[in-house]
């Protein structure tokens, strides 16, 4: 059974819903698109509301996000009769296959792009049915493309049957030509021609011979022109010529028949697939069209709630230009019924329709202009009277075409319908007219209704101050400027300020007073309380915007202090981050160095040197003292691994006698302190001109800057402070035993790294910088080659590591591996 529309027609049409459908249909791209669009309604499941919202959501973000810079790709051209044809088994023409074409490899761009971009949303759970629902038609494609030009001409690739009878009828039209212009250029035809050209006339090559001259040149008259003086003859000398051309042309003709009808069944197979794909692509097409007014009209997405209920906030009518006061208006939560008030063009109802036309909006998957906070309960009815419906034709009065759209209203009416009612009670009596519309608020409020309703009738604002599930609000007018504000105040009823505005426009005074008059004492009571009231709920209004501000200027306050907290904190982590990772590197060097010291004791007391094992000792609570103390300097500061390098220095090698100043100082042999490897070196050659000193340090030789370098004062050189001139010589010793650790530390190293490294699946950023670090560690090594697997593939990444290596002055050689190694899809790399 078909489910009831939201909203009928009239209702539409009332509410100005069509002219958001054209909105959304102008920001299309395809055919199928502007149909979807076209098409758009209301939608009475809650399930559904809320997956509409959430694609427009979703393809929102995603154009927002810059993933989507040049949008999304929907040149898709519509060939739906062209697959219903092909599919009934009728032959597509050239041109069709050519659309055909276009239209799949629009599809499979689509396709790509959603399989691209899709990752970079948070949530795409709404779109990725659409992106899965597009086929994959490239075979069909190729296909095409490789028979099929743009234009729809039938390729000589299309079969070579049709290669091989167009050669010929390219041959046998070349013979025809050389014989006619033959006689074009002879003598004769100087003298019989109209013109020196060769031309076609009813399939066959002629020529255009003058009247007077027919005899001349014997052959077939296939035309004339207007005016009888050209004759087109084909020459006798070239009839059999002609015939040849046209019976190839005949076969070429058999052969693309033979092409299309081919094409048109591999079409007919795919005609399912591609014909849902187009409706994908209609689909896809109007939900952008749907994020792209959303993005137009700086909407929302609204709160959806099972509840029947609608508050928005700060709302504007999206059809409205200039500026645009927006409102606040809810019904629904805390009563059912709210009956607005007020003067004349003061917005009432203005007011009206855009609630109405946000809840239609919300509930066809559309974003509404209103601020966040705007929430819209879902309503499997909406009903409005709004606007002078009176009938010429139909013989209706105003009240009349009202209560004709009212009446099924009362009849359907429950607590899912949602009730708009323009000037209830007007067109007749006001006494008459007020007890009606009394009646059919308490209908509505029965049958559990949400209803919004303008009045200027005050036995309704009456009605709704003393009835429990009613409200009354009113457009805001100012006494001063006797202007209305547009804005609506919840929860005081309004006056109609007739009067008022009948003095601006300037009415007599004694007029004015003459109406105040008659409107009675108790009307006029009533007028003050309201008008008093009104002025307590502006105070209260501003006071609570004063609340506001201050509240929100806390919170912005708080959120500074909470990201300066976040601040401190973090940069605190990295504090006690790099901490503990050159605590973690100073452990590791304390760690060889009591090693070193250790073993030197234990070959010392072995030997029964017992005064160097004294010696030893005292060197090793030295040291250990020393570390102990800088470690916790480290780890409760913060500081660096530089912070440990003395004492380690002092305990694990060659004494640091200075640093080097003077290039020429050094020595080939010389022992020196190499501070970026953080170990003894020995000098390979003096400085070169630019200050640069070779070093061997363990397995690593490499280019210092002197300034990098320090003295190292061999055992025996000189005599640090110590006891009994002794520590000397233990700092020799434990020099050669922390030059011993290094050397090993190298092995280890040479050992830990790999020959090889494999970098495919990584982007060029991660490929290059995981490289250099590989590179780094092979120098270190002192490895002299490896290889690095990149992978064929579209051969960017091959590309980007190549040139890595190319500018990096670590590497000497580099060129592909062989057909053993990989070939082209790794790179084998002799380090300098």
Not at 603 to 627: C, H, M, N, S, T
């Amino acid at each position: 059974m078909p489910q009831e529309p939201v909203a009928d027609d009239t209702t539409l049409d009332i509410l100005e819903f069509p002219a958001i459908v054209a909105a959304v249909a102008r920001r299309t791209a395809t055919v199928m698109g502007r149909e979807r669009a076209q098409a758009l309604r209301p939608r009475a499941r809650l399930a559904e509301v809320e997956l509409v919202q959430r694609q427009t959501s979703q393809m929102r973000a995603l154009l927002e996000s810059g993933a989507a810079p040049a949008g999304v790709p929907l040149a898709v051209p519509d060939v739906r009769d062209a697959l219903r044809r092909a599919r009934s088994g009728a032959s597509l023409t050239g041109e069709e296959l050519a659309r055909v074409a276009d239209a799949a490899e629009g599809m499979g761009r689509l396709r790509e792009f959603f399989a691209e971009k899709l990752s970079s949303l948070e949530d795409s759970s709404a779109l990725r049915p659409w992106a899965d629902g597009l086929p994959d038609a490239s075979a069909l494609v190729r296909t095409l493309r490789k028979a099929i030009g743009p234009n729809g001409e039938v390729l000589d690739s299309a079969s070579p049957q049709l290669a091989a009878v167009r050669q010929r009828l390219r041959r046998a039209i070349q013979r025809v030509h050389e014989a006619l212009e033959s006689l074009v250029r002879s003598p004769l035809g100087r003298q019989a021609l109209q013109e020196p050209i060769v031309t076609h006339r009813m399939g066959r090559y002629v020529v255009p011979v003058r009247q007077e001259c027919l005899h001349m040149v014997p052959g077939i008259v296939h035309d004339a022109s207007g005016s009888g003086a050209t004759l087109f003859v084909e020459p006798l000398s070239v009839v059999q010529a002609n015939n040849v051309v046209r019976t190839e042309q005949a076969s070429e003709q058999a052969e693309v028949e033979r092409i299309l009808r081919r094409l048109t069944r591999e079409v007919a197979q795919a005609g399912q697939a591609l014909e849902q794909g187009l409706a994908t692509v209609g689909e896809v097409d109007a939900i952008v069209a749907r994020a792209r007014l959303g993005i137009d009209q700086r909407a929302v997405a609204p709160v959806l709630t099972a509840e029947p209920s609608v508050v928005v906030r700060q709302a504007r009518h999206p059809l409205l230009t200039g500026p645009v006061v927006p409102i606040d208006v809810e019904v629904g939560r805390s009563f059912r019924i709210l009956v607005v008030t007020g003067p004349n063009t003061g917005g009432k109802t203005v007011a009206l329709k855009t609630v109405g036309l946000l809840t239609l909006m919300a509930q066809a998957g559309l974003h509404v202009p209103a601020e966040p906070g705007t929430a819209i309960g879902l309503f499997t009815r909406v009903r409005a009277d709004i606007g002078d419906q009176q009938s010429v034709s139909n013989n209706l009065s105003t009240f009349s075409s009202h209560m004709q759209r009212i009446i099924p209203m009362l009849q359907e009416a429950d607590e899912h319908t949602l009730v708009l009612l323009d000037e209830l009670g007007a067109g007749t009596d006001p006494e008459e007219g007020g007890a009606l519309g009394c009646a059919i608020l308490q209908r509505l409020l029965e049958r559990k209704a949400r209803v919004i309703v303008t009045t200027h009738l005050t036995d309704l604002k009456l009605m709704a101050h003393a009835t429990p599930g009613m409200a009354n609000a009113s457009v805001s007018f100012d006494t001063e400027t006797l202007q209305p504000t547009y804005r609506v105040v919840m929860g005081a009823p309004g006056q109609s300020q007739a009067i008022a505005i009948a003095r601006r426009l300037g009415l007599p005074p004694e007029v004015v007073e003459e109406a105040r008059r008659r409107l009675g004492a108790e009307r006029v009571r009533a007028d003050a309380l309201i008008a008093e009231l009104q002025q307590a709920l502006d105070a209260a209004r501003r006071r609570l915007e004063e609340a506001t501000a201050a509240r929100d200027e806390a919170r912005l306050h708080a959120r500074h202090l909470q990201a300066e907290l976040e601040k401190a904190r973090r940069r605190r982590q990295e504090v006690v981050q790099r901490a503990m990772d050159d605590a973690q590197a100073w452990a590791r060097r304390a760690r060889l160095v009591f090693e070193s010291l250790v073993e030197e004791g234990k070959k010392a007391a072995k030997e029964g040197r017992i005064d160097e094992v004294r010696r030893l000792r005292r060197q090793f609570a030295v040291a250990r003292a020393g570390l102990e103390e800088q470690g916790m300097r480290l780890l409760s500061d913060g500081g660096s691994v530089g912070a440990v390098e003395e004492p380690v220095a002092a305990a694990a090698g060659p004494a640091v006698g200075g640093r080097v100043e003077e290039p020429g100082a050094l020595q080939v042999g010389q022992r020196v302190w190499v501070a970026p490897l953080r170990c003894a070196g020995v000098v390979m050659e003096t400085a070169d001109p630019q200050g640069q000193v070779l070093v061997q340090a363990g397995a690593v030789r490499t280019r210092v800057p002197v300034r990098q370098l320090s003295w190292v004062i061999e055992a025996g050189e000189g005599q640090a402070a110590g006891e009994g001139g002794t520590a000397g010589t233990a700092a020799g010793a434990a020099g050669a035993v922390g030059a011993d650790q290094v050397r090993g530390l190298g092995l280890a190293k040479a050992t830990s790294v790999s020959p090889e490294i494999d970098l495919r699946g990584r982007t060029v950023e991660e490929a290059t910088a995981e490289l250099d670090k590989y590179l780094d560690d092979c120098t270190l090594a002192g490895v002299e080659q490896v290889r690095i697997i990149h992978g064929k593939g579209t051969g960017a990444l091959r590309e980007a590591v190549r040139a890595y290596l190319a500018r990096s002055s670590r590497v000497r050689t580099y060129a592909p591996g062989e057909p053993a190694e990989g070939g082209d899809g790794v790179t084998v790399v002799r380090l300098a």
